[in-house]
């Protein structure tokens, strides 16, 4: 009798473990994850976003804010799971100089837990500034 409570205990421990171990590995993989394609897709939908017109004309770089939440949105769409519930916020979208500030809140799928559903909100933002450089300029290469 001992030795079948013991069985049970052991049991319902690895239960919770698998349970806990679910539940952080769905945390920093969601954090990290978010992080980096937030970054990433910034960056590409920045460099689509230039008005070369106005870049021709005036030397000076600049960015079209209609146009960048387009590409972001559209290149998010297409990399992010089904699973997720996302939202997206635009703040400080400056056309010159391209300057803009991106957060996703992601909420991460539903764990019941003892029959208690838990939910998590994981929230990145990012400050993106779009840089570009002279290729004739000689200080680059030294």
Known sequence: MKESVWGWWFLVLGLIMIAIVMLITDMTTTHEQNYYMLKEIS???MMESV??????????LRINSEKFMENFIRRYSEIVTINKTSKISFYDIYESPPKVTVEVATRSSQILIDSTSTTFEITN???AILEMYSVTDPTIYN
């Open 51 to 60: 008005d070369y017109a106005y870049y021709r004309k005036y030397g000076d």
């Open 43 to 45: 960056e590409a939908s």
């Open 125 to 127: 933002r990012l400050d």
